[in-house]
T-cell receptor, first 114, second 111 residues
Framework: GAVVSQHPSWVICKSGTSVKIECRSL??????MFWYRQFPKQSLMLMAT?????????EQGVEKDKFLINHASLTLSTLTVTSAHPEDSSFYIC??????????FGSGTRLTVV | TQLLEQSPQFLSIQEGENLTVYCNSS?????LQWYRQEPGEGPVLLVT?????EVKKLKRLTFQFGDARKDSSLHITAAQPGDTGLYLC???????????FGTGTRLQVFP
C-alpha cells in the first residue's frame, strides 16, 4: 500500500529558530499533499494544501509567512516553521492523496519550542 | 465553525459494553471516512462510506452513512481495551480533495 514517511518524528528547538519537517511519498507520486496541525486532545486542523510546482494554498487564519511550504518534487513536501515560538508547539501531520484515491497519512512530527 | 461535529466528545466504558459515536454535519458529503488515531501517530483509516444509507461492517465495528449523506455513525459491539483511541470522522470539503476532520471522540475502554 501507499506509504508516506514524515521526518523527524519529534524535534525540540529554541524560540526564534526555524524547523523543517519533511513529508515523502515513498512508492507513489503525490501532486498534492496536505498539512495538518493537532493540539493535545484535539482533532486535526487543515493548515494548507501543498501543490507540486506551485504555491501552497493556506486555510483561513494560517500565516503563510510563518509556515512555509515547498513542494518541489512529486514525492516531497516540506513545512518550515519559521521563527518558532512556544505557541507553535504542536503535532504536525502530513497526508497525500485525494478523494478518488484515498488519503495516506504520515506518522506525524511533534514539535516542542522552548 | 466546525463542519463535522462528533458526539460524544469523550467516552469511558468497561470492556464488553457497546457504544455508538455520531458524526453530524449540516453539509452534504460525497463520502465520509472514519479513522482511529493513537497518541503520537497519524490517523489510520478504518472505513470509507460513499452511498447514502450504506452500512459497512468491520469485525465488531459497524459504520452507517446517513440517507442524506450529512451524518454517519460508528457502533462498536463488545468493546475491548484495544479499541481505546481517538476516533475521527472526515470528509472531502465541497468538491475538493481537502479532507476535513470531525471534532473527534476519545474512547477509553477499561478491562
Amino acid at each position: 500500500g501507499a506509504v508516506v514517511s514524515q521526518h523527524p518524528s519529534w524535534v525540540i528547538c529554541k524560540s526564534g529558530t526555524s524547523v523543517k519537517i519533511e513529508c515523502r511519498s515513498l512508492d507513489f507520486q503525490a501532486t498534492t499533499m496536505f498539512w495538518y496541525r493537532q493540539f493535545p486532545k484535539q482533532s486535526l486542523m487543515l493548515m494548507a494544501t501543498s501543490n507540486e510546482g506551485s504555491k501552497a494554498t493556506y486555510e483561513q487564519g494560517v500565516e503563510k509567512d510563518k509556515f512555509l511550504i515547498n513542494h518541489a518534487s512529486l514525492t516531497l513536501s516540506t513545512l518550515t516553521v519559521t521563527s518558532a515560538h512556544p505557541e507553535d508547539s504542536s503535532f504536525y501531520i502530513c497526508s497525500a492523496g485525494g478523494k478518488n484515491y484515498g488519503y495516506t497519512f504520515g506518522s506525524g512530527t511533534r514539535l516542542t519550542v522552548v | 465553525t466546525q463542519l463535522l461535529e462528533q458526539s460524544p466528545q469523550f467516552l469511558s466504558i468497561q470492556e464488553g459494553e457497546n457504544l455508538t459515536v455520531y458524526c453530524n454535519s449540516s453539509s452534504v458529503f460525497s463520502s465520509l471516512q472514519w479513522y482511529r488515531q493513537e497518541p503520537g501517530e497519524g490517523p489510520v483509516l478504518l472505513v470509507t462510506v460513499v452511498t447514502g444509507g450504506e452500512v459497512k461492517k468491520l469485525k465488531r465495528l459497524t459504520f452507517q452513512f446517513g440517507d442524506a449523506r450529512k451524518d454517519s455513525s460508528l457502533h462498536i459491539t463488545a468493546a475491548q481495551p484495544g479499541d481505546t483511541g481517538l476516533y475521527l470522522c472526515a470528509g472531502p470539503l465541497n468538491r475538493s480533495d481537502k479532507l476535513i476532520f470531525g471534532t473527534g471522540t476519545r474512547l477509553q475502554v477499561f478491562p
